[in-house]
């Protein structure tokens, strides 16, 4: 390719195809009008650009979007908001308790809270998700338990909830790897004759980053779920990063109007409005409940800690894009929102508080007594069905682990 342009944006009038012209739809060149310097900037603007579903912005005031609205009443509104309250506390615990060596690992999903809750509430109980490793907001949303995903995260099982009667797929490290199962479960869902009612048809829900929709697992998924029309709705929460590289590093156009090449529609949300995210993805969920599927929601929104425990983002992250991001805090703009409308009393917040902190104790007494695992657990989760094979490697394990005079020494022990 000869023509190299500046990278895509969330802001719709910077992107140009990858050939250089112009991108269908948009509303003005690049040349002539933004440095490369600025195009980029506008790659992590969440309040701009005109196609931006947006109906809260980050001063807390309603704003009005041509296709989408929300009704929505005060306790709803309260609801949503002590959602995000309540897991990013978890977040935040689950990173100090990382931090004392009771986790392994985590990854935050700090200033993803209003995409996650936004699309979780938009699910009804038969539609079916499927998450990375980032979507403890989504869990909170399926009612598992924080404490069921600290089992993953300190290392001692790999998911120990019901998919089937959550309505949420055990997690994905394989960076893309769901958008496939996603898409031949939606499949199955049109073949099974789940869909044709908005209300009673049933959907599925993807989740995957910025960064994902470079591995031709997306591409893929897209391809098959457009020419099966299946009821698949997939979110794309473009956070900006895809561990240290950079938006400009996955695309020259904004990802949500690739959906135009597959031949399904394609939505960009301010993925830090809760309201935007609810309304376009009970729109999306609904088209596809009804047959219209796939849908692909691109969320704007920004990862406001480290990829993981394991990263340090100062050596990539500049201070000041951060300090910008927190101008656009999912939380605050439902608060200064309820507050300004009068719609919370004080007594509502404290009480909110006084939960959150309950919850975080509840979270760190459960983790610190979490029982070890005997060492036969890695043969009876990972496989349905034993086999000769599996259950001659289980008898050598146990009988080298019983070898050992001292068990807490012994491999596998969490201690
Ligand atoms: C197939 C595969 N390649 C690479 C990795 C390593 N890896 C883990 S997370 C990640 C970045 C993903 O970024 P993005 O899709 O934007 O999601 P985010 O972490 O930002 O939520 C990579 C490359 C992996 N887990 N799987
Ligand atoms: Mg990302």
Not at 55 to 80: M, T
Not at 86 to 98: H, I, W
């Amino acid at each position: 390719m000869s023509t190299r342009t500046p990278p895509s944006s969330c802001s719709s009038s910077a992107a140009r195809s990858a050939i250089g012209g112009p991108v269908v739809g948009t509303a003005m060149d690049v040349e002539g009008q933004h440095t490369p310097q600025q195009v980029i900037a506008g790659l992590r603007a969440t309040s701009e650009g005109e196609d931006l579903v947006q109906l809260l912005n980050p001063e807390g005031q309603r704003v009005s979007h041509p296709r989408f609205d929300l009704e929505i009443s005060p306790a709803e509104l309260r609801s949503l908001y002590r959602d995000m309250v309540l897991v990013r506390r978890s977040d935040r615990e689950a990173k100090a308790l990382q931090r004392q060596g009771e986790l392994g690992l985590w990854a935050p999903l700090l200033g993803q809270e209003a995409a996650q809750i936004g699309a979780g509430r938009a699910m009804a109980p038969q539609d079916m998700a499927f998450p990375s490793y980032r979507e403890h907001g989504i869990a909170w949303c399926r009612g598992v338990d924080p404490t069921e995903l600290f089992g993953i995260f300190r290392g001692i099982d790999q998911g120990s909830w019901d998919p089937l009667s959550t309505g949420l797929q055990l997690y994905t490290i394989v960076i893309a790897n769901q958008c496939l199962h996603a898409t031949g479960y939606a499949m199955g869902q049109r073949l099974d004759g789940r869909i044709g009612d908005a209300e009673t048809g049933e959907a599925t829900i993807c989740f995957f980053g910025d960064g994902a929709t470079s591995q031709g697992d997306v591409h893929e998924g897209f391809v098959w779920a457009a020419v099966y029309d299946a009821p698949v709705v997939f979110f794309c929460q473009n956070n900006q990063w895809a561990i240290s590289a950079s938006l400009d590093r996955q695309t020259r156009v904004p990802l949500y109007q690739r959906a135009r090449g597959y031949g399904f529609p394609g939505i960009r949300v301010d993925g830090n409005d809760v309201l935007a995210t609810l309304a376009a993805t009970r729109w999306a969920l609904r088209e596809c409940r009804t047959g219209n599927g796939p849908v692909l929601i691109e969320a704007c929104t920004y990862r406001m800690d480290a990829h993981t425990t394991s990263d340090d983002p100062t050596r990539y992250q500049l201070a000041t894009e951060l300090e910008e991001w927190k101008l656009k805090d999912p939380l605050e703009r439902v608060r200064v929102h309820l507050v300004r409308e009068g719609l919370a009393e004080p007594e509502f917040f404290d009480g909110l508080a006084a939960e959150a902190d309950e919850l975080a104790l509840r979270l760190r007494d459960y983790c610190i007594s979490m029982p070890a695992p005997g060492p036969e657990r890695i043969f009876s989760k990972v496989y349905a069905e034993s086999s000769p094979l599996l259950d001659a490697a289980r008898e050598d394990y146990l009988a080298y682990h019983a070898s050992f005079t001292d068990a807490g020494s012994a491999p596998g022990s969490a201690h």
